[in-house]
């Protein structure tokens, strides 16, 4: 080949790589104008939050949640929309928590705490002992047991909060409320309280899911949530007096496994129909509020990717599967569920995006997969410049998609801005009032123009003149 044909082919290549990217930017401009303009997502979300509500796994009103979003998936003409049965937990919250601090005989402070999801209850009179106050398990080992049997240990490790990365601050305090019974039973505690995981001072508990181990059924211990307002009167209290009281009274139960379902609805691929790409959130949520950041948002933003797509002109040349699974919460059932059936069925997940960090701005995604797909992904980073989403970096992906994680695939997380998420996180304020719709809307936007990138040029393309003129 000459000189001259081989530099009028390379223009050749680039001309077309350059077109390609502005039919893309054309594509995602018309992917967040219908978005914006005409989104499902925050109506999808005022039904599920006001006319559901919380949606604890294994409750009648996850159920209704099952049958509400099967029914909207229905509506949007996809090639196939099914329920995939899971036995998932059914724990019960019982009547509303109580709790005081006496300071002296007849003299009570009212505080304010929530059952830990999967706790037992406290006696039907209640539970009134000392409190041992600690950071963390090792100062439990260091006080020992002559110091902590028949005391209700008091967790009290706040988020850190010079971390940006409010994630990364609820990493590094959330073992004390999952592991915290656990390690304070070792030492004949008789009670947990948990400082809420809150950056902000509030007066709302934060409940979340705990763990008891292999500890039997009669040796385990109640264990609660504390809002963080009260949670610094009661150090403080303890600084002033240590022979105060704690008192609190809960019914939580655990009852028998029940039967429920994750909810996916498909687009079958037009030229790969066998490779799955797959967007998904949880449609369980816990019960003190509506579930609306956590992860109602996340369910009508993926619901919405698949309509978007439709809206959008855009016929995928994968399989598209919008998957909504059921108790993330307190087992990950629906995501092993979801997993099992994919490996049984020797379905090839070749891409999987998930949205549970709220409905807040999209800044971006964190990827779990290899370097040739990272590479890809930061070569799309000027597409969604003029959307103001920057942040691409390796990282965690979901806890539903993670199963699926294989040597070649790409695992994704959507990453809105996550300086409120915790405010809300597990409390009764997760309510649809804290949903921003354009912010909802945004993200439902961010998600839809990844998948179809990713459908587009699949998982690490060798770029070649064939391919580009494809």
Partial sequence: MSKLKLLLCLLGIIFSVNTYAQNDAEVLKKIYKNALTNGKSYDWLNHLSNQIGGRLSGSLNAEKAVNYTKEEL????????WLQPVMVPKWVRGF???????????????VNICALGGS???????????????????????????????????????????????FEAYGGCVNQRYKGAIEASKYGAAGVIVRSMNLRLDDFPHTGSMTYGDIPVTDRIPSAAISTNDAELLSTMLKLDKSIKFYFKQSCKQLKDVLSYNVIGQITGSEFPNEYMIVGGHLDSWDLGDGSHDDGAGV?????????????????????????????????????????????????????????????????????????????????????????????????????????????????????DSQRYFDHHHASNDTFDAV???????????????????????????????????
Wanted: proline share 4%; with cysteine.
């Fill in 96 to 110: 509303k928590e109580h709790a005081f601090i006496e300071s002296e005989k007849g003299k009570t402070t009212t």
């Fill in 300 to 416: 009508v933003q993926s619901m919405d990717v698949l309509r978007l797509l439709k809206e959008s002109g855009i016929t995928p040349k994968r399989s598209i599967r919008v998957v909504l699974f059921m108790n993330e919460e307190n087992g990950l059932r629906g995501g092993k569920k979801y997993a099992e059936v994919a490996k049984q069925k020797g379905e090839n997940h070749v891409f999987a995006l998930e949205s549970d960090a709220g409905g807040f701005t999209p800044r971006g995604f964190s990827f779990d997969c290899n370097d040739a797909s990272f590479n890809q992904v930061l070569s799309w980073q000027p597409l969604f410049k003029p959307y103001l989403i920057h942040y691409f970096e390796k990282g965690h992906s979901g806890a539903d998609v993670g199963p699926l994680k294989t040597e070649t695939n790409v695992l994704a997380g959507l990453r809105p």
């Fill in 120 to 166: 037992v209850a406290t006696a039907a009179l209640g539970l009134k002992a000392n409190v041992v106050e600690v950071k963390n398990f090792e100062e439990l080992e260091t006080l020992g047991k002559e110091n902590i049997e028949g005391k209700i240990v008091f967790y009290n490790r706040p988020m850190q909060a010079d971390l940006i990365d409010t």
């Fill in 74 to 81: 229905d509506k949007l003409g996809l090639d196939k929309v």
């Fill in 436 to 470: 921003n719709k354009r912010e909802l809307e945004l993200g439902a936007a961010t998600m839809t123009a990844l998948v179809y990138l990713f459908d587009k040029y699949g998982v690490n393309p060798i770029i070649n003149e064939k391919q580009i003129k494809k």
